[in-house]
């Protein structure tokens, strides 16, 4: 194989399907025969295609060699012109698992006929079996085109090439799980070489264990983080998932238009920018731009840096949501070797970044949003010990679906509840009859916590359940159904999430943002998720004061017995009104995204907890030393959450759900 014909070929516009089969396919395999047979061959069959935004299908032949036994079928694929491929995915999945494919194993060339500076994709497909609607076929599958690498594709093809070319082989080649590993071990040595920069400290396995090892003398700036290394581990972590981030963000073409806008941006810095890269650059960019709104940016400086000075100050979105929100440590001045950041952005820029989070049948091959979930419950130095595991896919695909199953059967009969499995299982509308707006008005209103939410695997995989079966229902109905619209709802109404780890809340928050993200043409501003994925101990509704334990579960709380050997200095009514204005300020805060109106609401927030501290003497405690909001002591269930708690019609949540 020529690797670097391939390179060439893999991050162009599509080369046409003999132009592939000469250059990649048939290197592998030997011979393709020669069939061009056009699937589509009836009004019917083009009728179902075109569901799935599909203009024509032509097998073009058979591998000679084959796996097992089993032929290898190649089709290729021409999409209609004016729909983006990702927006086709589910359909284009269900299409292959119902009609007119009767491989085991197949490649398939998805692409325009106008190809030019369009993506394209190479997929293979596997079905348990040939029926015509078995619904066990995955599609395992490589993004290509300009603005995406081939590194992955390059690397596996070749030891494909030079396997048996078994099924295990063939699995091997398009395995995320594989490519998930190696992006890891390799992200793992850039983090823990930022660590240990600052503290002179780095993870070295030394047997089966890993033991945090002295390198070196502290750099100077150690001191910036009161000499504790869980806070320069943490605040490494939440610069390089920013940085993470923005390489998802620039696939979008939001950055400037450019698809290697952060890599760019290094190698286009002075000398003296690449070596106070952090301050110089990605402080401004983060805080002054993305944190900052457009006819603001002229007239700020951060570390004496105006953001107008960099490229895109114009046309960068203000993405709001927090995650570019300037801590008190980012004042601080920081400063890393060049050669660190050069090095990370080179790795990164080597991989595709798929924004979408995959399903476990339809899998891109690529880092997705659920890798920073990896990620995180990887760097978690205790993971064990806090109980951070990283969950199969499979498994929360499954958990998730049979929760909202046994959530939307309740009080139903047998034949009820037959059809609202088949629904959401294969989310046809038509399968609920006359449940329809029953199923519709509780997938609207279901209330679903996991109470340990580590990397937010079980709450993404419950947000793509409640979309998918919405979706189902109400698309038909409404011609402007609108993806990001839904999907905020169900964030707002619908998900929350508590965990003591606040790295978990910040990579959970992330993965909700790109969620929304997927489905935007042109950006908008994200939504605060500050009071709906906390920090918090959710075991205790209360905290320990020396021996003695404080209960806060009153606060807020409307159904609350009244203590009679308590002193309440407020009356019920006006406890009432404290409650109701806190409800108030946390659902306008989610949506906000005005600075100064953002602060104004946190800070009456906080007033109106003090006050309700104050109305059952607890003002002095020394809970004004703790941030009631976000710490790793208790958790304040029926304040944060009161709409959940103050339900007429039921109290508490409808699912709680997590790794088990």
Not at 163 to 191: R, W
Not at 242 to 252: A, E, G, H, M, N
Not at 618 to 625: M, Q, V
Request: hydrophobic share 35%; proline share 3%; aromatic share 12%.
């Amino acid at each position: 194989m020529d690797k670097k014909k391939l390179y060439t070929l893999f991050e162009g516009d599509f080369p046409g399907i003999q132009t592939f089969l000469a250059e990649v396919i048939c290197p592998i395999f030997g011979s393709c025969t020669n069939e061009n047979e056009n699937i589509l061959c009836t009004p019917e069959a083009l009728k179902r295609a075109q569901v799935a935004n599909i203009k024509s299908i032509i097998q073009v032949g058979t591998l000679d060699e084959t796996l097992n036994s089993h032929i290898i079928y190649v089709y290729d694929i021409t999409l209609v012109d004016n729909v983006h491929i990702a927006y086709s995915r589910s359909n284009i999945q269900q299409y292959i698992r119902r009609h007119e494919f009767p491989f085991t194993h197949a490649f398939m060339l998805f692409h325009y006929k106008d190809s030019k500076d369009k993506e394209w994709r190479f997929s293979y497909c596997f079905k348990q079996n040939t029926l015509v609607e078995s619904t066990s076929a995955k599609r395992f599958t490589y993004l290509f085109g300009k603005g995406h690498r081939g590194k992955t594709a390059v690397e596996r093809l070749e030891i494909l090439a030079n396997s048996d070319k078994t099924d295990q082989d063939l699995e091997n080649a398009f395995s995320v799980e594989a490519l998930s590993d190696s992006f890891f071990k390799e992200y793992k040595q850039f983090y823990e070489a930022f660590v240990e920069y600052i503290t002179g400290y780095r993870y070295v396995k030394k047997g089966c264990k890993w033991e945090n090892t002295y390198i070196h003398e502290p750099d100077p700036q150690f001191a910036n983080f009161k000499n504790n290394q869980k806070l320069v581990r943490d605040y490494i972590k939440k610069m390089l998932g920013r940085i993470v981030f923005l390489y998802f963000i620039q696939r979008k073409g939001w950055l400037n238009d450019d698809s290697n806008y952060m890599e760019n941006l290094f190698l286009d810095s002075s000398d003296e920018q690449k070596n106070n890269f952090l301050d110089s650059v990605l402080k401004p960019l983060f805080f002054g731009l993305l944190n900052t709104l457009p006819k603001d940016r002229a007239t700020i400086y951060i570390n004496n840096v105006s953001p107008a000075t960099l490229p895109g100050h114009k046309t960068i979105p203000y993405l709001n949501g927090g995650l570019f929100q300037q801590e008190e440590i980012d004042k601080c001045q920081l400063q890393f070797r060049a050669d660190l950041f050069d090095g990370l952005f080179k790795f990164l820029g080597s991989y595709n970044f798929t924004i979408d989070e995959n399903d476990p049948d339809d899998v891109e091959i690529g880092i997705d949003p659920e890798m920073l979930g990896c990620i995180f419950e990887n760097l978690l130095e205790d993971n064990r010990d806090k109980g951070a595991y990283y969950t199969p896919k499979e498994i929360v695909h499954y958990m998730c679906r049979e929760s909202l199953i046994a959530y939307l059967q309740t009080d139903k009969n047998n034949e009820e509840k037959d059809q609202i499995k088949r629904f959401v299982t294969n989310h046809n509308a038509q399968e609920l009859r006359e449940q329809v707006s029953d199923i519709d008005k509780k997938l609207q209103t279901v209330k679903i916590c996991d109470p340990a939410i580590g990397s937010g695997a079980f709450p993404m995989g419950m947000l793509k359940e409640l979309f998918a079966c919405r979706q189902a229902i109400e698309r038909p109905n409404s011609p402007d159904f609108k993806a990001s619209t839904i999907k905020r709802e169900i964030i707002r109404k619908n998900i929350y999430g508590v965990d003591i780890e606040k790295g978990a809340v910040d990579i959970a928050r992330l993965r909700f943002w790109l969620a929304l993200i997927i489905d935007e043409d042109n950006p908008e501003t994200l939504p605060n998720l500050d009071f709906k994925i906390m920090q918090g101990n959710s075991l205790l509704e209360g905290y320990y004061k020396g021996n003695t334990y404080i209960d806060l579960s009153t606060l807020l709380y409307e159904k609350e017995k009244k203590n009679e050997e308590k002193n309440w200095l407020y009356n019920e009514e006006e406890r009432n009104m404290e409650r109701l204005q806190l409800r108030s300020y946390i659902k306008s805060y989610y949506n906000e995204d005005n600075h100064k109106k953002k602060e104004k609401l946190r800070s009456k927030i906080h007033g109106n907890i003090l006050n309700q501290l104050h109305s059952i003497n607890l003002c002095n405690s020394g809970l004004e030393d703790i941030d009631i909001s976000a710490n790793s002591q208790f958790f304040l269930w029926h304040t944060w959450f009161s709409d959940v708690f103050s339900r007429p019609s039921k109290e508490g949540f409808d699912i709680m759900i997590g790794n088990p």
